[in-house]
């Protein structure tokens, strides 16, 4: 970057060692060449000369299968129309694979484990971060890839706040939509479950739930701050509730349950929001600091890392370092990348929507389970249980009526329910 800019000594600090911040540490590490970014976000782990390994520690996923109750197949979302626009497969591999495959881009010595934020202060063209232990660190541009509450976007907005600058709807909670529990169990057996051994493809399915869940957003958000409420004792209750419910692989959930150890499951809130402030002064946020969207498309950490190429462009472009140079370099990134923002939110909401139950034959809310088959003879189980009616004022009643062109009209064309695809349906 040195020979772009006046001054060599340009310094990066990324608070947050998530994906989008490794994928930032990785482009800026490898490269003094713009990265392009074309189709998905595979050709960037090309130009990184990290897509073989990428591949083979992942299994393509070609489609998710649905089934009711019974196990009566309802349908499939399938996955090769994103081949077709981008001409990849749809990989799966767990996060601390893809996590370990961007830290060694990036070198050991730059970065520093176990730190937290707590107040950060812009001056004389610099930003100081200060953390917990006492230490504190200086940058010429601070990035927040620090998650959905992000130490970085608290700071930006309450000086915003101070000078009554923050925009109306920033300040807001995220909303919260799903209770969510997730957990991986030991290695099952592949003779019971022969999915195991399929080594070309990734198994998929979601099992459709029976039952209306329901919790007043009042409720949840007093739930989301008592913490005895996520304690491992907490998952119990929730285990037992769906402990009995069918896996399309074979057996039922609690066969998965009982080979889960207990400090392997989570349960957590699902939130999303897009928040309108991206950057201010010489700080700057990606990923879940400025975007935090459902799971059920599963493209968060994807336009996390693309929010990294875009914005290590624009730092590359940067002709010095001064104030006004970066204002304007954030300004161009954010234009790149608020409008998909917007889109993904959309987007994911309506993945979820029809993945929690939403989906067949207008049945309105419900829960479902799902479990991922990966390579590794690793079960990944999700329980989705208790969703955020709408409006928030009220739960659902049993009634409740969505209509599926509606939650999702940009996949219509490639859904297919028991051979038609949705644009045969009278709905």
Known sequence: MSNQVDDPILTVLIVGAGLGGLMLGAILESTSSVITLTGDIFPVFEQLGIFDELKNTSLPVTSTDMFDIKLSALGSLPAKHLKIACGYDTLILSRPKLSNLLRQKVPAHKISLGKKVLRTEEHDNRVTVYCSDNSAYECSILVGADGAYSAVRQNIYK????????????????SISYINMVGICTPANPEKYPQLSDKT???????MGNENDSILEEKAKELHFRNSEWGPESVDPMLKQYQDFPCAFGGTMKEFMDSTPKNLISKVFLEEKVFRTWYHGRSVLIGDACHKVLPGAGRGASVAMKDAVVLANCIYNMRDKKSETISAAFASYYRQRHLEADELIKNSASHTNIMSGHFSLMRGLKSFTGTVVTNGYELKLLAYSLTKPKPPSHP????????????LTELSNSIQVNGMSLQDWDV
Do not use: M, Y
């Open 159 to 174: 000086k915003l706040e101070e000078r009554g600058a923050l925009l109306s709807g920033d300040k807001d909670a995220l």
């Open 201 to 207: 493809r990734a198994h998929a399915s979601v099992v």
């Open 396 to 407: 659902v009643p049993n009634t409740t009526q969505f209509k599926l062109k509606s939650i």
